[in-house]
């Protein structure tokens, strides 16, 4: 499969507890950015990769979370002490930094917060 | 801060006839216009997209228009089928593409047989 893919697809944890998601996007795509989704909404922008350079960070990413892409392949995202307002899907997207720009969404990791 | 309004929420036709989503958006540097289509449990995927140099694109049975001067663009499906049931994702991006997307709250289009 040369899609996007993510791990693990599906993450039940405790209020408190640290979680960490990956993202591994279609190897020659450069750009890889972070959303999350909730029930009824569009994809919400987190933060976004340009290779191993974070360039952009949304107001919506608290200290808790903490994305990386160190070689610039695949990115993880960390969420430390979970809380409630955490639970949702989170979508990884991967695209080249030259047209046509289309972004390319991993199946995303639904994550549930007790 | 950049927002982008879709409206309606929900959207209910009969197979065969025309459906209309409606965006603005409020960054006027935003020069790159996406559609995505998200079916339930699936992935977004994107079905169309439109750059602030073209007034209008069309593809088959779908078509988006641009208004850079109103901030409106617009999807237009047409001979509507049953798979096109879905949500509909519009987003309006800063740069010419792929930076800081900022998606609208969807439309659920519903097309009864």
């Known amino acids: 499969d040369t899609g996007v893919s993510q791990n693990p697809r599906h993450k039940i944890t405790k209020r408190g507890q640290n979680v960490t998601f990956r993202c591994d996007p279609i190897s020659e795509h450069n750009r890889l950015y972070w959303y999350r989704q909730t029930l009824g909404q569009g994809p919400e922008f987190l933060t976004y990769f340009q290779n191993e350079a974070q360039l952009e960070k949304s107001r919506l990413l608290s200290d808790r979370f903490s994305a990386e892409r160190p070689k610039g392949s695949f990115s993880t995202l960390e969420i430390q002490r979970t809380e409630q307002g955490d639970s949702a899907m989170y979508l990884c997207a991967s695209s080249l930094d030259r047209p046509p720009y289309e972004q390319y969404f991993g199946p995303g990791t639904r994550l549930t917060v007790t | 801060g950049e927002n982008v309004e879709q409206h309606p929420s929900t959207l209910s036709v009969q197979e065969g006839d025309s459906a209309v989503i409606k965006c603005t958006y409020s960054d006027s540097a935003s020069n790159y216009f996406p559609w995505y289509k998200q079916e339930l449990g699936k992935r977004p995927q994107l079905i169309i997209d439109i750059r602030s140099n073209v007034g209008e694109k069309k593809d088959q049975r779908i078509a988006v228009t641009l208004n850079k001067t109103a901030k409106h663009f617009s999807l237009h499906i047409t001979e509507t089928q049953p798979e096109d049931s879905a949500v509909y994702f519009c987003?309006?991006?800063?740069?010419?593409?792929?930076?800081?997307?900022?998606f609208g709250a969807g439309t659920r289009l519903f097309v009864k047989a």
């Open positions: 987003a309006a991006d800063g740069n010419t593409g792929g930076f800081k997307t900022i």
